[in-house]
């Protein structure tokens, strides 16, 4: 079955510090794969989106991901990570020209001052 | 407006009564989308809707889940006899053309049943 997966529920980080979330993915071809971003009582905001070609994507907000294939892996980065970073972050994916996006459980961020 | 609006925000609901909530997409949007997100949980999707027409409802939970798009741009999403399962942010999405496309959410409306 199609699934996306993030391991972490929870991380903390301090502020200035690096930052990477993981995401990996089981399907039988290569999906189509984002991040978004959502702060309390806000909907999601899309960071970034894996389509194909180069595999470092660079987002909005000083966010990159790196897909790789071989790992099956979507792993969102930041160098240094500011208070405002905190929220959830849910990573998705959907076949190529399907609407249906799964969706990982999300990985709630904290930012120690 | 510039973004997904949704209405209400927060709804309150005994168990039994009938809900309904309001989606308001990106004005020229063709796709609307419906996903329930459990607490602690990633959006799980409901529906999807091509204008007007419902093309998938694969994933609402039972029949007591509704939804429309009559006029092909608000939408409705109506659960009935709501059941304290039911309780949950639904969030509503559009995208600019059908099939896949990026998708635009809204704020969410979250649903408690008491």
């Known amino acids: 079955a199609q699934s996306v997966t993030q391991p972490d529920i929870h991380i903390t980080v301090s502020e200035g510090a690096s930052l990477e979330l993981r995401c990996n993915y089981s399907y039988g071809a290569t999906p189509y794969l984002f991040w978004y971003v959502q702060s309390p009582g806000q909907g999601l905001q899309l960071l970034l989106k894996?389509?194909?070609?180069?595999?470092l994507v660079q987002g909005i907000k000083g966010f990159e991901a790196e897909f790789k294939r071989s790992q099956s892996s979507f792993n969102l980065r930041k160098p240094s990570v500011h208070w405002s970073d905190a929220a959830e972050y849910f990573c998705a994916a959907t076949l190529s020209g399907t609407y249906k996006y799964i969706f990982g459980t999300g990985t709630r961020l904290k930012v120690l001052a | 407006g510039a973004g997904v609006s949704q209405s209400p925000r927060y709804k309150v609901a005994k168990r039994g009564q009938d809900v309904a909530l309001r989606c308001d997409p990106i004005?020229?949007?063709?796709?609307l989308f419906w996903y329930q997100q459990a607490l602690g949980q990633g959006p799980e999707f409901l529906t999807y809707f091509q204008n007007e027409a419902q093309l998938d409802k694969s994933g609402l939970p039972s029949d007591r889940f509704f939804a429309e798009r009559p006029e092909g741009s608000v939408s409705t999403l109506k659960i009935q006899r709501t059941q304290q399962e039911d309780s949950a942010v639904y969030l509503c999405a559009s995208s600019l053309t059908g099939g896949f496309n990026e998708q635009f959410f809204g704020p969410g409306t979250r649903l408690t049943v008491l």
């Open positions: 004005s020229g949007h063709v796709s």
């Open positions: 894996y389509f194909s070609g180069d595999t």
